[in-house]
């Protein structure tokens, strides 16, 4: 090992010799590179990942013994480190569409519509209303008062990280989250525009959209358009991604979550919870069953009862199933399920365990839970808040 650094010194050495002028560039890359080389050869089985993390443990661990020593020996997570990058994932810098190409122009303009009220028929609500951007994209309410003061059936989810989800809606009946932002516009029980020509010519008659839809859309014929506008709000949708000390964690770094949210994260894994929130949204990648071992409303305490995508295919496999809702900023997004029925967080995990892994989880199982889901919380840049 130290025989192949010095060797690799010399190289250097004789490397920066020979290049001249542009030594700087090639003296500090090969530094980084030459010790992970040789690696391998030293300690055959640590081929793959643990190139990276290996050599800081022992020296971690060692200095803490040395402080803490017999009464609070250190836990050692280093199998919980690998085993959770294998569940999960980090989140992308924005959810990318390749029929929608996000670009500067578009972002502007979704933005300016996300939070115009020029949406909804009596100018009184935008998206923001109800997925508002200070409170984590949503507004804490069990369900939300529409434009002509009726209410829906499900409860706000969240715009945050939504564009990365396999489909849209509790339910999954759109694709994306293109499709999805032509739905809220018309539909009565929220903004209530009485048809996309109705909306185009609101957008027509305004000198700011016709400036930035032209901006947006540059080699469009007609750029105010409503398939122009579901772009336009959806790029600025893909947008909003939600980084937090999780994916520090993910991509490395496993001093970003402590011990106690360490054990958090333990719990969550072998209380089962995997199977159905994992992936880098612990959600968001499949449809489920709400209740595989009771009927959920004994515990949620509905007043009505969903059946879930039963009503999108028609087909008696889908009763009750639901999309499996992401736990990105979950510990900001009360209340709870899709149909805002829990309103504290404590209960919803118990129901979770009772109803989907028929396991009933003492408090301090839950408040463990509660704790890890909480390094979920990230943040939405501000310049694309306000
Ligand atoms: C009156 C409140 C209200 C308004 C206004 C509203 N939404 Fe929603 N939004 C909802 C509700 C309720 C749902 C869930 C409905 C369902 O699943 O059946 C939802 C679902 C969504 C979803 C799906 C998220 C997921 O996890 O599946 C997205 C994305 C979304 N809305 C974006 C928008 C956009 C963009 C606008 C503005 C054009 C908008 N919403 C306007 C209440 C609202
Ligand atoms: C078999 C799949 C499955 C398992 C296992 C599972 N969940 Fe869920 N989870 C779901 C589904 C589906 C929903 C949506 C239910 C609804 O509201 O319709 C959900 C909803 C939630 C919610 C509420 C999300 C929101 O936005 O309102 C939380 C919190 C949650 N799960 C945590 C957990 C925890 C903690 C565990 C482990 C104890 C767990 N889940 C196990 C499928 C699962």
Not at 165 to 180: C, I, K, N, T, Y
Request: hydrophobic share 35%; glycine share 6%.
């Amino acid at each position: 090992m130290k025989k192949a650094l010095f060797f690799s010194m010399i190289i250097l050495a004789i490397a920066s010799c020979d290049t001249g002028e542009k030594t700087k560039p090639t003296v500090t890359e090969p530094i980084v590179t030459e010790p992970i080389v040789t690696e391998p050869i030293v300690t055959e089985p640590i081929v793959t990942e643990p190139i990276v993390t290996e050599p800081l443990k022992p020296t971690v661990t060692i200095t803490d013994t040395s402080i803490q020593n017999s009464e609070n020996p250190p836990k050692d997570f280093s199998e919980l480190d690998a085993q959770a990058r294998v569940f999960f994932g980090s989140l992308p810098q924005l959810a990318a569409n390749s029929n929608n190409p996000i670009t500067d122009e578009k972002v502007i303009l979704g933005k300016t519509l996300y939070f115009d009220n020029i949406l909804s028929k009596n100018q009184t609500q935008s998206c923001n209303t109800c997925h508002n951007l200070n409170t984590y994209g949503v507004d804490n309410k069990s369900f939300s008062e529409g434009n002509d003061g009726r209410f829906g059936e499900r409860n706000t989810p969240t715009t945050l990280n939504a564009a990365l989800h396999l489909s849209q809606f509790w339910d999954g009946r759109e694709p994306d989250v293109e499709a999805q932002v032509g739905v809220p516009v018309l539909n009565p029980d929220e903004m209530a525009m009485a048809s996309e020509e109705d909306v185009i010519d609101r957008l027509e008659n305004s000198d700011l959209y016709i400036d930035l839809f032209e901006d947006a859309f540059p080699l469009d014929q007609t750029p105010i358009s409503f398939a122009n506008m579901q772009k336009a709000i959806a790029a600025f949708e893909r947008k909003l991604i939600t980084p937090s000390k999780f994916d520090a964690y993910m991509n490395g770094n496993n001093q970003a979550l402590n011990e106690a949210e360490k054990e958090g994260l333990n719990t969550f894994i072998e209380a089962g919870c995997t199977t159905c929130h994992m992936g880098p949204l612990l959600g968001g990648s499949m449809y489920q069953k709400f209740g595989l071992h009771a009927d959920y409303w004994e515990y949620t305490k509905s007043k009505k009862i969903d059946l879930g995508r039963f009503d999108v295919t028609g087909k008696e496999v889908d009763k009750y199933v639901f999309k499996v809702p992401s736990l990105r900023n979950i510990s900001k997004t009360a209340p709870y399920f899709h149909d805002g029925s829990v309103e504290s967080i404590h209960e919803s995990v118990a129901i979770m365990a009772k109803v989907q892994v028929d396991k009933e989880l003492t408090p301090e199982e839950i408040e463990r839970i509660v704790l890890f889901m909480e390094t979920l919380t990230g943040e939405v840049p501000t310049e694309l808040r306000n």
